[in-house]
């Protein structure tokens, strides 16, 4: 069955550094991916949408120049936490809408961010 | 805006009991729901949605309209589906973009 790749599982960065989430779509192509953020005991909060070859939409509150998006090719997309600091140490998601027989959200296992 | 409602954020049941996950929405629109599943140390998953009106693992849920309802049900619990459970909204037929509840834990005891 189609599968989302997110990497890495868990990274820890000193603040002030950036970090870069990866999310592929294995088996199939996605024109389109989402980016959540979740804290812990509470639920997924969408952050933005991702579309092949345009602009990220961003949703409201969440800079776009803090969470960068790249989404360069149809199984691939990018998240760049930029400058990160103690307060952007979250679990984040990424999920990746498929076509046809896998026209439905299939999700990544998630990166744990701790910045220090 | 659209909402989803999860009112417990704990819920546990003895094996073979009857359980229901309540959930509720506002939305504007003709709205698409979803209930999505994670068990322990794995990704979160579909485990089904309103218009396929299909039954997964025994599980079934109903759109009221009326009451703004998706309430999970499942007449036999199993200690296997012991999980975290997800009620989901999105504006399409197609699982754009989502607003997901808080959650309910559910733990089947044996």
């Known amino acids: 069955g189609a599968v989302v790749s997110q990497h890495p599982s868990r990274v820890i960065c000193k603040s002030g550094t950036s970090v870069k989430i990866e999310c592929r779509s294995l088996d199939f192509q996605a024109t389109t991916m989402f980016w959540y953020r979740q804290f812990p005991k509470q639920s997924l909060m969408l952050m933005a949408t991702s579309n092949e070859g345009s602009k990220a939409t961003y949703e409201q509150g969440v800079e776009k120049d803090k969470f960068l998006i790249n989404h360069a090719s149809l199984t691939l997309s990018t998240l760049t936490v930029t400058s990160a600091h103690p307060e952007d140490s979250s679990f984040y998601i990424c999920?990746?809408?498929?076509?046809?027989?896998?026209?439905?959200?299939?999700f990544g296992s998630g990166t744990q961010l701790s910045v220090l | 805006a659209q909402r989803v409602t999860q009112p417990e954020k704990l819920l546990s049941v003895f094996k073979g009991a009857p359980v229901e996950l309540k959930c509720n929405y506002s939305?504007?629109?003709?709205?698409?729901l979803f209930w999505y599943v994670q068990y322990s140390r794995q990704r979160l998953q579909l485990l089904l949605r309103h218009i396929s009106r299909e039954s997964i693992k025994g599980f079934t849920a109903d759109l009221n309209k009326g009451e703004t309802s998706f309430h999970l049900k499942k007449p036999f619990a199993q200690e296997e589906d012991s999980a975290m459970y997800y009620c989901a909204l999105s504006e399409s037929t197609n699982a754009g973009k989502s607003t997901f509840g808080d959650g309910t834990t559910l733990t089947v005891k044996p």
């Open positions: 999920s990746a809408r498929g076509t046809g027989p896998n026209e439905k959200l299939f």
């Open positions: 939305y504007s629109g003709s709205p698409e």
